[in-house]
Nanobody, 127 residues
């Protein structure tokens, strides 16, 4: 059982930056896909970014060029660096892990394919 715990959320003004961190309970390097998802009030949970065991990354269109996902296998941590934040980025952010992978080892993008989740960390961006 993989356990995850997010940290680093907070309140920032539009244009600001935040770095979220996720502690992962075991070495998931080259085994699991890891991802960041978010859920705004009244909306469905959506994928922000994923990173696979080969450190290949994939981003939602809405965050491309602004967010950067990375993983530290030595520290068992997942990160997302968020820049140029917008009010639309306001949401609860979750890190997640899954052993399921698409052909070629690429990560799925649907939250339904991720079965380990953290408790979430709130990000609020004010205009």
């Amino acid at each position: 059982q993989v356990q995850l715990a997010e940290s680093g959320g907070g309140s920032v003004q539009a244009g600001g930056s935040l770095r979220l961190s996720c502690a992962v309970s075991e070495n998931t390097y080259s085994t699991y896909c890891l991802g960041w998802f978010r859920q705004a009030a009244g909306k469905e949970r959506e994928r922000v970014a994923t990173i696979d065991g080969y450190s290949r990354t994939d981003y939602a269109e809405s965050v491309k060029g602004r967010f950067t996902v990375s993983r530290d296998s030595a520290q068992n941590r997942l990160y997302v660096e968020m820049k140029s934040l917008k009010p639309d980025d306001t949401a609860m952010y979750y890190c997640a892990a899954t052993g399921l992978r698409r052909t070629g080892g690429y990560c799925y993008t649907s939250p339904a394919q991720f079965y380990y989740w953290g408790q979430g960390t709130q990000v609020t961006v004010s205009s």
